[in-house]
C-alpha cells in the first residue's frame, strides 16, 4: 500500500489548510498523524469505512477528515491554524490489520 500526502505549507494563525492523501489501497481505517519537533508522533484524526469519524481534542471543531473511496483519496480540512498545529502530518492506512505510512507533509503555523 502506498499513501501519497501533499497539501503542506506555511500559512498564518488562523488560516486554512487542505491535506490530501492519496492511497494505492484504502484501509478500512484511515487517519492522520502528526509529528512535532521533539514530540511523538500523535493521532489527528481516523475515519472509518463507514464514516465514523474521531478526533483528538486540540482540533476538535477546527479540522475535519474525510475520505473519498471512489478516488481513493482522504483529507484533512484544517481550519483556524495556530502555531501549535505545527508539525509533519503523515497519512495512515490500515488495510487487514496492518499499518502502512505514507511520506510526511509539513505544516508550519506562523505570522
Known amino acids: 500500500v502506498q499513501l501519497q500526502a501533499s497539501g503542506g505549507g506555511l500559512v498564518q494563525p488562523g488560516g486554512s489548510l487542505r491535506l490530501s492523501c492519496a492511497a494505492s489501497r484504502m484501509g478500512n481505517y484511515m487517519g492522520w498523524y502528526r509529528q512535532a519537533p521533539g514530540k511523538q508522533r500523535e493521532v489527528v484524526a481516523g475515519?472509518?469505512?463507514?464514516?465514523?469519524?474521531n478526533y483528538i481534542d486540540s482540533v476538535k471543531g477546527r479540522f475535519t477528515i474525510s475520505r473519498d473511496n471512489a478516488k481513493n483519496m482522504v483529507f484533512l480540512q484544517m481550519n483556524n491554524l495556530k502555531p501549535e498545529d505545527t508539525a509533519v502530518y503523515y497519512c495512515y492506512a490500515l488495510v487487514l490489520s496492518k499499518g502502512y505510512w505514507g511520506q510526511g507533509t509539513l505544516v508550519t503555523v506562523s505570522s
Open positions: 475515519v472509518t469505512s463507514g464514516g465514523y469519524t
